[in-house]
């Protein structure tokens, strides 16, 4: 019975232990899909920050796109966390929906197209139609009924007739797909998209309601004219015409007869999908549900002359001049720029300044039975088209509209055969001047060498976290002190990157360090706060000398002693006239709720859930919780050591080191160095078989009895802790090591992997065998020599906890192999620690032996 039953425990031990393990391997998945999501999240959100600087074309899909991969891979690190920590950070999904809220309002189109009658007459129209109407036929219906201008009788084929007419023909998702799957800069994508769209336009029916409404229209409009008539049909979607002209991106066809009308409006909603007109609308910021193509159908003018006004002169904006341009026939040829038009330019008082005569050798007329036709015109006429008394009834008009509209005006005219002036079309009149010293500066960024000539050039390497130039006096940081120090305009020179850098980024010409990654915290603050920031440089803070001016080309990855002049004045004068278009501003306001870190210091009392206001927040805080269950959670499995394995590696410490996943070789029973695979302990123990561990050390007798003395004050549980053996959980990449020396009690815990982000060591410390004096002493020497390697330290009285990011793996092992020989340096060394002086001993002792190269 007793041989059964050791069986039967022995197996209940194994199925315990394989449990168990599975267990922690589980856990352990979670705590890797929440640093791949983590980077995931922060390399996106990093391309997206690039796109800010202007320099780059994209598109509304692009944004909708990277925004909704970023909002997913925030939602697994969420979900991932909680799993992890069995629910405890649950409010973070309701922080989280509340942020999404925000921005999908931003992302979602606020047009919401009326429903109407399928066509309406013009005079029904008003300056709220053009949701109904379109831009161009509700600002024309604002002439005709409010300022009674005179245009062309007419109706509109209305936007609820669009939606209507793809909706009936299946056309709305077959389109959208083939537009979310183009890229805009790839002109045969463009081109391919656009005919296939327009092909399927084209070969649709127009639903039987909306043709019978079309043809009832028509006979009304012919009804008010007293006469069968030739129109012209004119696109009129609903953002034309307003701040974005989309001026020549749509069709319109004139002189159409009646027969000709459905086929003509098919082809002008066709013309929604120009390969021109699809890349405007989608690097202008539109949303595809807005790009809605309302139609008017309006009675053609058969002119003998048409041209364009301008109410302000466009190149000197500040005269009060209006200039009106003529053609003989058709206006056409003015818009389409085959001619030269004849040019009349009138003061605002009414005075014609001048008349220039323009070159024609032909003109359009319209047919008798519709279309128009191009005819020549004998010896490139010029003579003048317009009498005074025309030319000075225009520029009435012009300077009407224009007070109208509260800005200067485009507008489109016509004169009949009858003289009769109409108003064609107004739209507002784009102005941006392009002065003389500009066109300087452009050229001469042409040719700007680079590196500059005549500049010592101090440094050539790193990566570009944030670009620009940044001018001035280099502040070595040693200790995050002395951020509080930092001057105006000086250029921030560390050893690695850190958020809390946020505080002087207002004050900072530039940043630079010695290690980092472009889609880290810190970057991403550089790049909100449009601070040159070069990362990744090795050796700066070796290189560049405290107080040394330099200017940092952050973007070519140089650093010149000295001002460079023609560098500052290069990035100071450049223009990026992408930043005022809509898709800018719109990516502008999404990334308020992505990008802006605010949870920035881990130590402060303020890093709370409830506190996170971006996604870029809510990343922050879970890869810090995620740190603190990973290096907390093994606490409660501790005393299973049925499925730990010993170490056996030469040091005087007892350890069981339990392999979640390949971090030791398989089959064994024991580890001996040539038996792990796991890099953070591999590393650690290199340090500490290096070292001569200490005996007991020379004390004096005050140090010694204060030992004795604390000891018997020790609670009885507590000296228990201290026979305890030491206990590590590794995998390949990862390590959590509790070390138990005496009195002390350490953990390190450590990841090392590819990639730069993940990469960390966390490093706790309390206790001590003697006095509170002496255990203090020990404290300020391992917090001195912590610092010294990068560390971030936090303490308080005998407890250190400190912290190292973002350094590739040679580097965490390098740290590591220091951790584990500053571990046998210091074992017992508060006995000997009986004054301040000889601890600075010890720490430069260790300092000058131990982390030369630090």
Request: overall charge neutral; hydrophobic content about 40%; proline content about 4%.
């Amino acid at each position: 019975m007793n041989f059964f039953g050791f069986f039967k425990h022995k197996k209940k031990k194994i199925e315990e232990r394989e449990k168990l393990k599975q267990l922690l391997k589980e856990k352990y998945l979670y705590f890797q899909n929440i640093l791949n999501e983590n980077n995931h999240a922060l390399s996106i959100m990093a391309d997206l920050e690039e796109k800010l600087s202007g320099e780059y074309i994209f598109d509304i899909h692009y944004i909708q796109s990277n925004v909704e991969a970023v909002s997913k891979a925030v939602l697994e690190i969420i979900k991932n966390l909680n799993t992890l920590s069995d629910g405890k950070y649950s409010e973070l999904e309701k922080i989280y929906a509340q942020i999404k809220e925000k921005i999908e309002k931003i992302l979602t189109s606020k047009i919401e197209i009326p429903k109407t009658d399928f066509t309406l007459p013009i005079e029904s129209l008003d300056q709220n139609s053009v949701l109904i109407a379109g831009g161009k036929i509700a600002h024309l219906a604002e002439l005709k009924n409010i300022l009674q201008i005179p245009t062309p009788g007419g109706f509109s084929i209305t936007s609820y007739a669009f939606m209507q007419f793809l909706e009936k023909a299946q056309l709305k998702k077959q389109i959208s797909e083939i537009l979310n799957n183009i890229e805009i800069n790839k002109i045969d994508e463009l081109n391919a998209a656009s005919k296939k769209i327009q092909e399927l336009i084209l070969n649709s029916e127009i639903p039987r309601e909306i043709e019978d409404s079309i043809k009832l229209a028509y006979e009304n409009l012919c009804k008010k004219l007293n006469k069968k008539c030739m129109v012209s049909i004119r696109s009129s979607a609903i953002h034309e015409d307003s701040d974005f002209s989309f001026a020549g991106q749509y069709s319109s066809f004139l002189n159409v007869p009646e027969e000709l009308i459905l086929q003509s409006y098919k082809k002008v909603v066709a013309s929604l999908f120009n390969p021109r007109a699809i890349f405007y609308y989608k690097t202008k910021g539109f949303f595809e549900t807005e790009m809605v193509m309302a139609v008017g159908v309006l009675s053609m003018v058969n002119a003998k002359a048409a041209g364009v006004i301008y109410s302000k002169n466009p190149n000197n904006p500040e005269s009060d001049h209006i200039i009106i341009n003529a053609v003989k026939g058709l206006g056409k040829l003015v818009v389409d720029g085959t001619v030269i038009p004849e040019t009349y330019i009138v003061s605002r008082s009414g005075e014609i300044i001048e008349k220039i005569p323009g070159k024609q050798n032909k003109m359009l007329i319209c047919k008798e039975h519709g279309d128009i036709e191009e005819i020549p015109l004998p010896g490139s006429i010029s003579q003048i088209s317009l009498s005074d008394e025309q030319i000075l009834e225009l520029s009435k008009f012009a300077i009407k509209i224009e007070e109208y509209y509260k800005c200067p005006q485009d507008i489109e005219w016509a004169i009949d055969e009858q003289d009769n002036i109409f108003i064609l079309q107004a739209r507002p009149l784009k102005i941006s001047p392009l002065k003389l010293v500009e066109q300087k500066l452009f050229k001469e960024k042409k040719v700007l060498p680079t590196p500059v000539e005549g500049y010592r050039v101090l440094l050539n390497k790193g990566i570009t976290a944030c670009k620009g130039v940044g001018y001035g006096k280099a502040f070595i940081l040693t200790n995050e002190e002395q951020l509080n120090d930092f001057p105006e305009g000086h250029i921030l020179v560390a050893r690695h990157t850190n958020p809390k850098y946020v505080i002087v980024m207002k004050k900072a010409s530039a940043i630079v360090t010695d290690v980092g990654s472009p889609t880290g915290h810190m970057a991403s603050l550089s790049r909100e706060y449009n601070v040159p920031t070069l990362i990744n440089t090795e050796i700066a803070t070796k290189i560049i000398k405290h107080g040394q001016e330099i200017t940092v080309d952050a973007t070519n990855c140089l650093i010149y002693e000295g001002k460079v002049e023609k560098l500052i004045e290069f990035f100071k004068e450049q223009k990026q006239p992408f930043k005022e278009t809509l898709i800018y501003k719109t990516l502008e306001k999404v990334l308020k709720f992505i990008v802006p870190l605010y949870l920035v210091d881990p130590t402060s009392e303020d890093f709370k859930p409830e506190n996170c206001k971006t996604f870029h927040d809510i990343t922050r805080f879970c890869h810090e919780m995620v740190m603190h269950e990973m290096f907390t959670m093994w606490n409660q499995y501790e005393e299973s050591e049925v499925h730990a394995v010993p170490l056996i590696a030469d040091i005087p410490i007892g350890v069981l080191v339990l392999d979640i996943e390949g971090g030791l070789k398989e089959g064994i029973k024991k580890a001996t160095p040539n038996d792990i695979y796991s890099i953070p302990l591999k590393a650690i123990l290199k340090g500490m078989r290096s070292m001569q561990w200490p005996g007991p050390p020379p004390v004096d007798a005050k140090g010694f009895l204060e030992m004795v003395a604390h000891t018997v004050s020790i609670p009885e549980d507590e000296l228990k802790e201290t026979g305890k053996k030491s206990f590590c959980i590794v995998t390949k990449n990862y390590m959590n090591f509790s070390i138990r020396l005496g009195y002390h009690f350490s953990m390190i815990e450590a990841y090392a992997g590819e990639n730069i982000n993940d990469n960390y060591i966390k490093f706790f410390f309390k206790g001590g065998g003697s006095g509170i004096d002496r255990r203090l002493r020990r404290v300020k020497l391992i917090t001195e020599i912590l610092k010294k390697m990068g560390f971030r330290v936090s303490t308080k009285e005998d407890f250190i906890d400190a912290i190292l990011t973002k350094y590739d793996i040679p580097t965490i092992e390098r740290k590591l192999e220091i951790l584990g020989k500053l571990t046998a340096y210091t074992k017992q060394l508060d006995m000997v620690l009986f004054n301040d002086i000889v601890t600075q001993m010890y720490i430069d002792e260790f300092i000058k032996k131990h982390m030369q190269d630090e």
